[in-house]
């Protein structure tokens, strides 16, 4: 059962009849869920598309962050899920696609849906930039998906599916700019070393002489999430991490640079998708 703030929509696009192709999700998350239980896909491989926020997945004990603005694809038949972490907060969408040898993908032939399914399969295990330039395609198939069932719809979804996977394999081609790795590096660095007390945005922007309104337009661009926000889940993890000496909640609260006990449990509430309490209870069980 989510959260009634949380949005969730799954298709079944097999039961839809659209050739080669399995689920069509997406949710938008303002409370973190509990964690994605380790799974797999039988025979088929997952595109997983992030807008915004940060999510962790574990694909056979290896850890990947995916972070706004970037996607993953997840091998056939390997067990994943978000291992230790929830479902955070976050907006996704996925899809999920047939491997079948003899299969056809959509309206294409036998020959070319191998041919792209074999492009695909060279990008798994990686992360890679360019969700935002795919957001168009990804809404308008969960729009046309959301209508009534007409042909029209059925025509467009076909379209856009095979749009998708051509524009995914193109920006999983792109190289990514040294210069935004260099600058979440240098912002990590400067919030380990403040994390006891509170960070402001200007901070942040001030270490590469940004404004702070452009600063924030930029990172959200790249990374998907506003930079307070990102200051945020940072110190949460840090909470999590203390929580396991047994310190106690409102010393950790001052110690991270919130305000008050109540403030931080609220924040914590939200990221993690229970009180700390909770989840110091559940550490010692």
């Avoid at 994605?36 to 999510?55: A, F, N, P, T, V």
């Avoid at 193109?170 to 994390?195: A, V, W």
């Avoid at 449990?265 to 010692?284: A, D, I, Q, R, W």
């Amino acid at each position: 059962m989510h959260h009634p703030n949380n949005k969730r929509k799954v298709f079944n696009l097999k039961k839809l009849g659209f050739n080669g192709c399995l689920n069509f999700g997406y949710y938008n998350y303002h409370i973190a869920e509990p964690n994605l239980e380790i799974h797999r896909h039988k025979d088929s491989i997952e595109m997983c598309y992030y807008l915004k926020g940060e999510q962790f997945y574990e694909i056979e004990e290896e850890l990947f962050k995916l972070r706004g603005n970037e996607f993953l694809i997840i091998p056939p038949n390997i067990p994943h899920g978000s291992g230790n972490y929830p479902e955070d907060i976050g907006e996704l969408f996925w899809l999920q696609l047939e491997l079948c040898e003899n299969g056809r993908l959509c309206y294409l032939s036998k020959e070319e849906s191998k041919y792209l399914i074999n492009q695909l399969r060279t990008k798994e295990r990686k992360i890679h930039k360019g969700t935002f330039a795919l957001k168009p395609i990804l809404a308008k198939i969960l729009k046309h998906l959301e209508n009534k069932e007409e042909a029209i719809n059925t025509i467009s979804i076909n379209n856009l599916i095979i749009q998708l996977l051509l524009e995914t394999i193109t920006e999983s081609n792109r190289t990514p700019t040294k210069d935004q790795t260099h600058k979440l590096h240098g912002i990590d660095e400067f919030i380990k070393e403040n994390i006891y007390r509170q960070i402001y945005v200007d901070e942040l922007a001030d270490l590469f002489s940004l404004s702070t309104a452009y600063f924030k337009i930029w990172f959200k661009q790249n990374f998907g999430i506003p930079p307070n926000t990102y200051v945020s889940r940072i110190k949460i993890q840090r909470a999590k991490e203390l929580m396991k000496t047994n310190c106690q909640v409102t010393k950790i609260a001052f110690e991270l640079g919130y305000n008050s006990s109540q403030y931080f449990s609220t924040v914590f509430k939200k990221h993690v998708g229970e009180s700390p309490k909770s989840y110091m209870k559940s550490l010692n069980k």
